[in-house]
């Protein structure tokens, strides 16, 4: 039985090789005349040859059309590690940004807050940090960010800030020069009928002038500040050389802007009554020496 199915199989495979090799002749007629216009000798052995190289030339060129071309990003499921690092790379340096973003505003906005007096949240900061465990920042880094964490990074800002105020802001050409030696143009020409008194917290002096009157730069300087607040109303803040810082609030209006270079005598505001901390048509100018609040009465005669 097993020689028998053996010599059948035998058989059958040589069979289909003859099948694969018998020859057949492929006519071309033309319909009316039927005489033969063309001819072709043909195998299966043949077309099937054909066909497999086909085949496999196309699939070579559509690989390298994928590999080499765009046309990759268009099929489903194909994925560009190179593209994922790339995108994972620049999605890091986005949140950084943020990050660095947000600092700066935070600093930024409380650095404005101490220029324009309101020093009460810097001190409340300072006191909280002396009970605050400073050594547990990096292990709330490591985490999702939390209210308090928020909360420790702003009393953070708020101490580097106290520290500059106390420092002074160092200015370009600046020699040191005490104030006595120090050449102050009257920023308004009037009445003192608020005196300096730095234990209530009114860290200058109010001039009482007539409506629509100018203030001017008491020196040379930059606008650092030149905006509006709930207390001071329009406010604009000069830094000057030798570490010299000038404040005009509650003014009617503003004639200069952030980052503008201002001479002395040179008109910056009009005198005005905004704010919620006034009563009246005045001018509350203060004066900073290194970070200090001085008595602008003991250098110039308004």
């Known amino acids: 039985m097993e020689d028998h199915s053996g010599k059948e199989n035998q058989s059958r495979w040589q069979g289909i090789r003859e099948k694969l090799h018998n020859t057949y002749r492929l006519v071309i007629?033309?319909?009316?005349t039927f005489q033969e216009v063309r001819s072709l000798k043909l195998s299966l052995m043949n077309v099937y040859l054909v066909i497999s190289s086909v085949v496999v030339v196309v699939a070579f060129i559509v690989l390298l059309l994928i590999a080499y071309t765009p046309l990759k990003k268009y099929l489903p499921g194909y994925d560009n590690v190179v593209e994922r690092e790339e995108i994972a790379q620049l999605y890091e340096q986005v949140n950084e940004l943020e990050l660095a973003l947000t600092?700066?505003?935070?600093y930024t906005d409380t650095f404005r807050s101490m220029l324009l007096g309101h020093y009460e949240s810097v001190l409340a900061a300072e006191q909280a940090l002396d009970s605050t465990n400073i050594s547990d920042i990096e292990n709330i880094e490591e985490v999702t960010l939390s209210a308090e964490e928020i909360q420790l990074r702003r009393e953070l800002e708020l101490k580097e800030i106290g520290q500059v105020a106390r420092q002074g802001i160092p200015t370009a050409g600046s020699q040191a020069i005490p104030l006595e030696q120090l050449f102050f143009v009257p920023p308004l020409q009037?009445?003192?009928?608020?005196?300096?008194?730095?234990?209530?917290?009114?860290?200058?002096?109010?001039?009482?002038?007539?409506?629509?009157?100018?203030?001017?730069?008491?020196?040379?300087?930059?606008?650092?500040?030149?905006?509006?607040t709930y207390d001071t109303g329009f406010t604009i803040g000069i830094q000057h050389e030798?570490?010299?810082?000038?404040?005009?609030?509650?003014?009617?209006?503003?004639?200069?802007?952030v980052g503008d270079f201002v001479k002395a005598?040179?008109?910056?505001?009009?005198?005005?009554?905004t704010g919620?901390?006034?009563?009246?048509?005045?001018?509350?100018?203060?004066l900073w020496n290194n970070g200090i609040p001085v008595n602008p009465v003991d250098y110039i005669r308004f």
């Open 190 to 228: 009037g009445e003192v009928i608020g005196a300096f008194e730095l234990e209530k917290s009114h860290n200058g002096v109010d001039i009482i002038a007539p409506s629509g009157k100018a203030i001017k730069s008491t020196m040379d300087g930059h606008v650092i500040l030149s905006d509006y």
């Open 103 to 106: 600092a700066q505003k935070i």
């Open 242 to 257: 030798n570490g010299i810082i000038s404040f005009y609030k509650h003014n009617a209006e503003l004639l200069k802007e």
């Open 29 to 32: 007629m033309n319909e009316e």
């Open 276 to 286: 919620h901390q006034t009563t009246g048509p005045h001018l509350h100018f203060e």
């Open 265 to 273: 005598g040179e008109a910056i505001a009009i005198i005005g009554n």
